[in-house]
């Protein structure tokens, strides 16, 4: 399907639920489109998919959103200016439903790739009639319900109900259609009373009966078919094209004709009168089949040489008028004929056109403007793949900026910054929280050697530290020097905060134990703990950062400072906080704590 249908998904379920519900949707849809253009071709399960994603994240079914999408399409393409093509189909909403198929094929021009569906009327009457809607694609049943009831709406200012009758499947060779028979209701009581004055209309002063030769002297490629099927007459031009053996008069019209236009439909009586408000296209083959080409003699240099010329089918469309009168149909049509080269490659001439009508205009017009046309296609297409590339390119970078964002202050922090103006709003205060303080002991950097040493020491421990913080929920604040900063219970509020500082505490020792400066020596640490209220919030513009505020943190800091290599010191608070049974928690005593005086501390050993 075309990318202005999904577009028009796009367009109202953002205006309608928000940017924030349409990402969610084409995630939960597997949709990897970021943006969808107009003339580029999509796979045609993606309108189901993004129903289905919208049926999983609002709550509502699949079929409702289908109807809705539909809807959405008809609201969507009158922005476009499409809804004066809809208008000028007839005065009625019947006219209009009568000529969707004419619609379909003028903007097969615009859209050549549209697979579009096959639809005709039965039925008609004061109250309505009935639908037969043909497709290749199974699955937008809902989606023509909510067209029609919006159409009928807009355009009509009509309350249409619709009903399904009956659906099927049918198959022909390695192609399937769905064919759905929908009872719509609404008042039509104008259209036929229309169509009785005009049934009832008399012209005055022309002749109940003329020849029919001047049908065909006016519609020189048109066809005579009688209720077989087989072709009784025709124009007088075919004899000029035919390559056959002799005629194709009393014979079926299947041989030498076939139906490309009503798609999906069989080629009877029944079906041609029903349609006879649609264009027809059919493919003439001049007569000629695979098992009696004929050898066309060349005149060159004099000589006379057999060559097979290979001459392409004819294409031909117009419309089916059954004549009362002769019992029959014809078939008044003409050559489908685009540029010269469409002319020359079906083996025609202008003069073999109808000479009244358009189309020997339109031929030298479209030959024209063809290739003025294809450069802006190609334009348009280079322009839309680059478009979508950018887009790519966009969230890519967002991709990165926001891993950046998330490495610098938690996530639910970031995302409320990013909703906000002001960064006080990411100021909050915290009841309990556990702070932990590591430094690296024993490095020296007296030289500019041992520098790089100490640093390259400090990059190897930081790493090894960074990679437990998605082992625990805890969140690495930052780190000074050789200090390294851990907080628990902050932003995401925790009863079990120290709990998951301590048993970060010990795989951190763990950690240490296993890197070594060289074989003489190895790296400690001092930990120290501390548990209790605090204050966090961004700070700072040019490097936000997320930052503790509160007297937890500087005796957390304490504790670092006057804890032993090798081991870790908790405060009285996070001692209480710590259950005996799990955690082997030794009394060090009091001890000189800088601005707090002495202060009972603990050891804890192990788990």
Same mark, same amino acid.
């Given at each position: 399907m075309y990318g202005m249908l999904l577009e028009s998904v796009a367009h109202f379920i953002q205006i309608e639920y928000g940017e924030d519900v349409w990402t969610a949707i084409k995630k939960a849809a597997n949709c990897e489109y970021q943006v969808f253009n107009t003339h580029q071709v999509y796979p045609d399960n993606l309108m189901s998919n993004l129903a289905v994603g919208a049926a999983t994240v609002l709550g509502a079914s699949h079929d409702s959103f289908m109807h809705f999408f539909g809807r959405c399409f008809?609201?969507?393409?009158?922005?476009?200016?499409?809804?004066?093509?809809?208008?000028?189909?007839?005065? $009625?909403?019947?006219?209009?439903?009568?000529?969707?198929?004419?619609?379909?094929?003028?903007?097969?021009?615009?859209?050549?790739?549209?697979?579009?569906?096959?639809?005709?009327?039965?039925?008609?009457?004061?109250?309505?009639?009935?639908?037969? $809607?043909?497709?290749?694609?199974?699955?937008?049943?809902?989606? *023509?319900?909510?067209? *029609? =009831?919006?159409?009928?709406?807009?355009?009509?200012?009509?309350?249409?109900?619709?009903?399904?009758?009956?659906?099927?499947?049918?198959?022909?060779?390695?192609?399937?259609?769905?064919?759905?028979?929908?009872?719509?209701?609404?008042?039509?009581?104008? $259209?036929?009373?229309?169509?009785?004055?005009?049934?009832?209309?008399?012209?005055?002063?022309?002749?109940?009966?003329?020849? =029919?030769?001047?049908?065909?002297?006016?519609?020189?490629?048109?066809?005579?078919?009688?209720?077989?099927?087989? =072709?009784?007459?025709?124009?007088?031009?075919?004899?000029?094209?035919?390559?056959?053996?002799?005629?194709?008069?009393?014979?079926?019209?299947?041989?030498?004709?076939? *139906?490309?236009?009503?798609?999906?439909?069989?080629?009877?009586?029944?079906?041609?009168?029903? *349609?006879?408000?649609?264009?027809?296209?059919?493919?003439?083959?001049r007569g000629i089949t695979n098992s009696n080409a004929t050898a066309v003699s060349t005149i060159k240099d004099g000589s006379n040489i057999s060559s097979m010329e290979e001459i392409k089918n004819i294409?031909?469309?117009?419309?089916?008028?059954?004549?009362?009168?002769?019992?029959?149909?014809? $078939? =008044?049509?003409?050559?489908?004929?685009?540029?010269?080269?469409?002319?020359?490659?079906?083996?025609?001439?202008l003069n073999d056109l109808n000479p009244h009508g358009l189309s020997k205009e339109l031929v030298l017009a479209g030959w024209q403007h063809n290739s003025k046309l294809e450069v802006m296609f190609d334009k348009a297409e280079q322009r839309s793949d680059e478009l979508d590339k950018n887009y790519k390119l966009l969230e890519a970078w967002k991709k990165r900026g926001d891993e950046l964002l998330y490495s610098m202050m938690p996530k639910t922090v970031a995302d409320k910054l990013r909703a906000t103006e002001s960064s006080l709003s990411t100021c909050e205060a915290f009841d309990a929280v556990s702070i932990l303080f590591c430094e690296l002991v024993g490095l020296t950097s007296k030289t500019v050697k041992e520098t790089m040493l100490v640093v390259s020491i400090m990059n190897t421990v930081f790493s090894q530290f960074d990679s437990l913080m998605d082992k625990f929920p805890v969140y690495k604040v930052e780190t000074v020097g050789q200090v390294y900063m851990v907080a628990s219970g902050a932003p995401e509020k925790t009863q079990l905060h120290a709990q998951n500082i301590a048993d970060l505490a010990f795989d951190m020792l763990k950690t240490i134990s296993k890197i070594k400066i060289n074989e003489s020596s190895e790296v400690k640490v001092k930990i120290g703990i501390h548990s209790g209220p605090a204050v966090a919030g961004v700070v700072g513009i040019k490097v936000p950062r997320y930052c503790f505020f509160g007297d937890t943190i500087n005796t957390a800091s304490r504790m670092q400072s006057t804890s032993e290599p090798g081991k870790i010191q908790i405060s009285k608070n996070t001692k209480e906080l710590l259950s005996e049974e799990k955690y082997q928690i030794k009394s060090r005593g009091l001890v000189e704590v800088k601005g707090k005086g002495k202060m009972q501390t603990y050891w804890l050993l192990e788990k």
């Open positions: 008809v609201r969507f393409f009158c922005h476009l200016g499409y809804d004066v093509t809809v208008k000028a189909t007839g005065r $009625y909403f019947t006219d209009f439903l009568e000529s969707v198929d004419n619609i379909h094929s003028q903007f097969c021009f615009t859209y050549p790739k549209m697979q579009s569906p096959s639809m005709y009327l039965t039925d008609i009457d004061a109250n309505g009639c009935v639908l037969i $809607y043909r497709s290749c694609r199974d699955g937008f049943t809902q989606y *023509l319900m909510g067209q *029609l =009831i919006q159409i009928a709406k807009d355009f009509y200012n009509l309350s249409l109900k619709v009903k399904v009758l009956d659906k099927v499947s049918s198959s022909s060779g390695s192609r399937s259609h769905v064919i759905v028979t929908f009872r719509l209701n609404f008042d039509n009581r104008e $259209y036929m009373l229309y169509k009785s004055r005009k049934d009832s209309f008399h012209r005055i002063g022309i002749p109940e009966k003329f020849p =029919i030769d001047i049908i065909l002297d006016l519609f020189p490629f048109c066809l005579i078919i009688d209720k077989n099927m087989t =072709i009784i007459s025709s124009g007088k031009k075919f004899f000029e094209v035919w390559k056959g053996k002799g005629n194709f008069y009393n014979k079926p019209i299947t041989d030498y004709f076939k *139906l490309r236009r009503p798609k999906g439909i069989s080629f009877t009586w029944k079906n041609t009168l029903n *349609l006879q408000s649609v264009m027809f296209e059919m493919e003439c083959n294409l031909l469309k117009g419309q089916m008028k059954y004549v009362k009168d002769i019992d029959a149909i014809i $078939y =008044i049509c003409s050559p489908i004929i685009n540029d010269l080269d469409d002319l020359t490659d079906q083996a025609l001439y």
